[in-house]
């Protein structure tokens, strides 16, 4: 019995982590359940105890509850994830302050970043660049440096409910020649900025997500030429257009806590953000529903010990619906038979990014995209393409305490390079504390098989004679894949060309 308790919990979450105790009172159920199947009436009481402590443990439980608890603990759940893409830009931006990057401010990496940059799916193949901004008090101007010696910048400038105002720079709408793009508030009608390119922005905030373009790749010298151009990226409010200035602020080493915590804090967060924020008439409705649990526009949010005991359970099962529906139900799959699945839900590029339908607003797929990514873009190209994987082929989710290998088949069809990255499941950010997070066909001490293949290994510790093709997990966290594909070629985007599933080897 022992070892079953010890086994079990092997799959369950740390306790400074996102906490999900309905999941784990689930999986000791199943476990004993099992284990007890045909045993004694000793077993039976035994199990009945374990459950009950458990329960009494979890605070709120929808068995016994009323209707209208049961209500409000399910418009709690659809709180958190309708709210979840604004929580990435609230995360996104309070971690920034926290490290000195204010309002107008430009963050960025001096050198590649590791798993202390904690945002959604983020890559470690170039560095990033970060800023965001207010129109509250007036237009913001952000200028694009044009490209320098085949070094530019891209990205995608949005507004705090992650829609795209456009893309920007070498693969935006300047295209590497520079640009201003002024950001103005809805129904503006003062003075403009000569030549600039306008946007509407219909939230207070707005932020963007940029990286510079490193031919070459990572280089010393491409990182400095990279920090060189960075710095002649502006932001500013159109009332200084005549003296601008901006800071810059190295984040490299820093521990940036950009993944919203879904534990029964978020609502309190929600409540904060609904107050700095736009109500946009798409949202009305849901007003209505967070009045009804007490998240309220200018006015304290003061939940009682019986909603925070429901919020506590929401919380961690609106991430948990998020994760299944974006691994398991919403991203279609790419090769008959097998778990690889597409970055996006359907919806994304034929509503630009906002999952508003001209006869309805689709915030469930919406709020489960926004779980694993950060940043969106307005024209969803064909530079990179992404592919998902979270589970065995027999269904089962990936475990950190168990060991797995990924054949990358020989003779990937791309220009540039593919990579494989791990991602936590719950933040779907990296892994805390381990490095590597990714292997890509242009690490010169991978080793591949002598058809050109390339074995990757995964689990807490790595084979024997295998340490250059091991990606560490965590033994006691769930994790995902991502592969990426630099300069796809068409076998890739028409499935022609297929990935193989990933088996457990223990």
């Not at 359940?33 to 000793?42: D, E, V």
């Not at 300047?174 to 950001?183: F, H, N, Q, T, V």
């Not at 510079?212 to 710095?231: C, D, F, Q, S, V």
């Not at 506590?312 to 691994?327: R, S, V």
């Amino acid at each position: 019995m022992t070892n079953v308790i010890s086994n079990i919990s092997k799959r369950c979450w740390r306790e400074d982590s996102v906490a999900i105790p309905r999941k784990r009172k689930f999986l000791l159920q199943e476990a004993f359940m099992g284990w007890f199947a045909g045993s004694s009436k000793i077993g039976v009481i035994l199990l009945g105890m374990v459950l009950g402590a458990n329960a009494h443990a979890d605070g709120f439980e929808m068995v016994g509850a009323s209707v209208d608890e049961r209500m409000t603990y399910h418009r709690a759940v659809d709180a958190a994830v309708w709210a979840m893409p604004l929580m990435n830009f609230k995360f996104y931006r309070d971690a920034l302050a926290d490290a000195g990057v204010g309002p107008n401010d430009v963050g960025y990496f001096s050198q590649l970043q590791d798993w202390r940059f904690q945002t959604a799916t983020p890559n470690n193949t170039t560095p990033y660049i970060m800023t965001y901004w207010s129109i509250e008090d007036g237009p913001v101007v952000v200028e694009m440096p044009p490209s320098e010696d085949g070094v530019g910048i891209f990205g995608t400038i949005m507004d705090a409910w992650q829609r795209p105002l456009d893309d920007v720079g070498a693969a935006g709408r300047d295209r590497g020649l520079g640009a201003k793009y002024l950001i103005v508030p809805p129904g503006y009608d003062g003075p403009l900025l000569q030549n600039a390119l306008v946007y509407e922005q219909e939230t207070n905030f707005g932020f963007a997500v940029l990286r510079p373009i490193l031919p070459g790749g990572a280089t010393a010298e491409n990182l400095a030429r990279a920090t060189e151009l960075t710095k002649k990226l502006r932001i500013y409010p159109l009332s200084e257009a005549d003296s601008p200035s901006t800071n810059y602020v190295d984040l490299f080493g820093k521990l940036l806590e950009m993944t919203p915590k879904l534990d029964g804090s978020i609502y309190a967060q929600i409540h904060e953000m609904i107050g700095e924020e736009t109500v946009l008439e798409r949202d009305l409705a849901m007003m209505g529903l967070l009045s009804r649990i007490g998240i309220r526009r200018d006015q304290p949010f003061a939940p009682s010990d019986e909603l925070q005991s429901m919020f506590d359970a929401a919380g961690p099962e609106a991430l948990e619906y998020m994760i299944d529906q974006y691994h398991r139900v919403l991203n279609p799959f790419v090769f008959e038979g097998k778990r690889w699945s597409a970055l996006v839900p359907n919806g994304s590029r034929e509503t630009e990014w906002s999952y508003e339908y001209p006869a309805y607003y689709d915030y469930h797929a919406r709020g489960a995209l926004y779980y694993a990514i950060i940043t969106s873009v307005k024209n969803y190209g064909s530079s990179t393409y992404y592919l998902d994987l979270a589970e065995t082929p027999d269904g089962e989710w990936l475990d950190g305490s168990r060991n797995y290998k990924l054949t990358m088949p020989p003779d990937v069809p791309v220009r540039d390079f593919w990579a494989i990255t791990t991602y936590d499941l719950e933040t779907a950010s990296y892994l805390r504390d381990l490095e590597p997070s990714s292997i890509d066909s242009t690490m010169t001490d991978v080793v591949a098989n002598e058809d050109g293949s390339v074995d990757i290994f995964f689990g807490p510790t790595a084979p024997k004679g295998k340490e250059s093709n091991w990606l560490p997990t965590d033994p006691e966290r769930r994790f995902f894949l991502l592969a990426r594909f630099y300069g796809p070629e068409p076998a890739l985007l028409d499935s022609s060309f297929e990935l193989n599933d990933i088996e457990r080897v223990d």
